[in-house]
């Protein structure tokens, strides 16, 4: 009866140390993954840092080349998307470009291709998009037509033969493409009211390589 009983306190015994071995080794195995994820956040975490410090750097220069100008744009100091009234460019309901609007874009492109393509951020820059908008009058799908028909004309006026030549002309063929979004995203006035005036316009934007990837990894971050 004793050697029973020793048996089955060595038996627990035996288990209890095994079940606290197992225990240690998940404990360790979860500090590992903890640390593990701390270092990816924080790679994570520098990387979008990185991002965000290009498209400031990009943004800056965006806004001290246009400062001093006297060309009617508005630079979004969140997205550097830089916009110009329609009116500038195109007559209403038409998608050809103003002989005003043409003296524009002669100013703007150089300058604006000389920022976004010089040798520091050439490499940073996925895409370069040219947005067509309208205001709220007439339905979605005729909107839709005329803002990508206006946007199209702007890329097409860009490398005409009757447009100046510029330095970074063939390269920008790389990135650049063009868009229309109809009345899908209205602009405010100052009071966050509709303004159909500001609504009306053309944009300019780029895109980051590291954009699509920053954006998953700020969700990845946030939950």
Not at 102 to 119: A, E, V, W
């Amino acid at each position: 009866m004793k050697y029973r009983r020793r048996t089955e306190v060595n038996y627990w015994m035996s288990y209890a140390d095994l079940m606290s071995a197992m225990l240690m080794v998940f404990a360790l195995l979860l500090t590992f993954v903890i640390l593990d994820y701390r270092e990816l956040l924080e790679e994570k975490e520098k990387k979008i840092e990185q991002v965000v410090s290009v498209k400031s750097e990009i943004i800056r220069a965006l806004t001290e080349a246009f400062k001093q100008s006297n060309m009617t744009i508005e630079i979004d100091q969140q997205t550097g998307a830089i916009r110009f009234p329609g009116s500038i460019l195109f007559e209403s309901d038409s998608a050809e470009i103003s002989p005003e609007g043409k003296k524009f874009l002669q100013q703007f492109i150089p300058k604006y291709m000389g920022i976004l393509l010089q040798d520091r951020f050439q490499n940073e820059i996925s895409s370069i998009i040219i947005e067509g908008h309208t205001d709220r009058n007439g339905t979605y799908m005729y909107n839709m037509s005329l803002s990508q028909r206006r946007a199209y004309a702007v890329l097409e006026y860009i490398y005409s033969k009757e447009f100046p030549n510029f330095k970074e002309r063939e390269l920008s063929k790389k990135y650049i493409t063009a868009n229309g979004r109809s009345f899908s995203s209205p602009l405010t006035d100052e009071n966050g009211k509709y303004d159909p005036d500001r609504s009306r316009r053309v944009e300019f934007l780029f895109r980051l390589k590291d954009d699509e990837a920053i954006k998953a990894i700020e969700k990845l971050v946030n939950e």
